[in-house]
């Protein structure tokens, strides 16, 4: 069982607490659902300063069978690209992992290894977003990634790609990923929409070159460009960008903040 370690400190670890927050989350935002949705990107900070900008793609993302969920690993444990096949709990309930997916891993750049995500916060942070917007029995494939150059992350989302295919899973792929770290709000700002200029096109080169010479902090690149590529694979040919804000719009200082971004891919 991999337990919530992050409740009570990026987000209530009250079930009912949580629900309130999850409302105020999502209160700029009405339910509807885009079928053609195939694959998000989503901040993981605390749910006070990124959990508005997060609900914006949950508001809109279909219900799936599975949902891929990269995230970066922060902590440096365990494998340098690990999937979980444990049971994960939340102040909500326990949600079980695509235990077929995982078996179908085996052997390719992707590890079974529970260690990387022991103590990894964004994976974690986004399954309450999905036990409160889907009431049906879905499956997760939590994925971390220490391992975050371009030429790994295309071989992750292709592996991705290949085993949706084989599976005939109706699957949703989430990239967990905040963007600049700790700069004034106009340099984040601008460095941000340079960036997520890129994904729009999904480029992953030139993601990558522009992620490289702004030197810009964003700790999901790597599950991002395997979003990007997964999800080309599976025929997605547009991103669109739903919400961008920093936590200088909660904390009221604009001296160092953190962006966050809600995108989907169609």
């Not at 959990?51 to 970066?72: C, H, K, L």
Request: a negative charge; charged letters at 20%.
């Amino acid at each position: 069982m991999r337990k919530a370690i992050v409740a009570g400190k990026f987000y209530p670890a009250d079930p009912h607490t949580l629900r309130k927050e999850l409302d105020y989350c999502f209160k700029d935002n009405i339910f509807d659902t885009k079928p053609g949705i195939m694959g998000a990107v989503v901040p993981h900070a605390g749910y006070i300063y990124s959990g508005r900008v997060a609900a914006y793609s949950y508001a809109v993302m279909p219900a799936a069978d599975t949902y891929i969920i990269f995230g970066p690993n922060h902590t440096g444990y365990g494998s340098p690209i690990a999937v979980s096949a444990d049971t994960w709990s939340t102040p909500f309930g326990n949600v079980e992992t695509d235990r077929e997916i995982v078996k179908k891993l085996a052997g390719s750049i992707i590890d079974q290894d529970e260690l990387a995500h022991r103590f990894e916060h964004s994976v974690e942070v986004q399954i309450p977003f999905l036990q409160y917007r889907f009431n049906h029995n879905f499956r997760i494939l939590p994925i971390c990634m220490g391992m975050q150059d371009e030429d790994s992350a295309i071989e992750v989302g292709m592996e991705i790609a290949k085993v949706i295919r084989g599976t005939g899973r109706k699957a949703v792929i989430i990239a967990s990923s905040d963007f600049t770290h700790y700069q004034p709000a106009h340099v984040a700002e601008s460095n941000d929409r340079y960036l997520i200029k890129a994904i729009l096109d999904m480029n992953v080169d030139e993601f990558y070159n522009r992620l490289y010479t702004k030197d810009i902090s964003a700790c999901g690149f790597g599950p991002i460009a395997a979003t990007i590529t997964a999800t080309k694979e599976l025929g997605a040919t547009k991103a669109k960008l739903l919400k961008y804000a920093t936590s200088g719009e909660i904390t009221g200082d604009n001296s160092a903040v953190v962006g966050y971004a809600s995108l989907i891919f169609e």
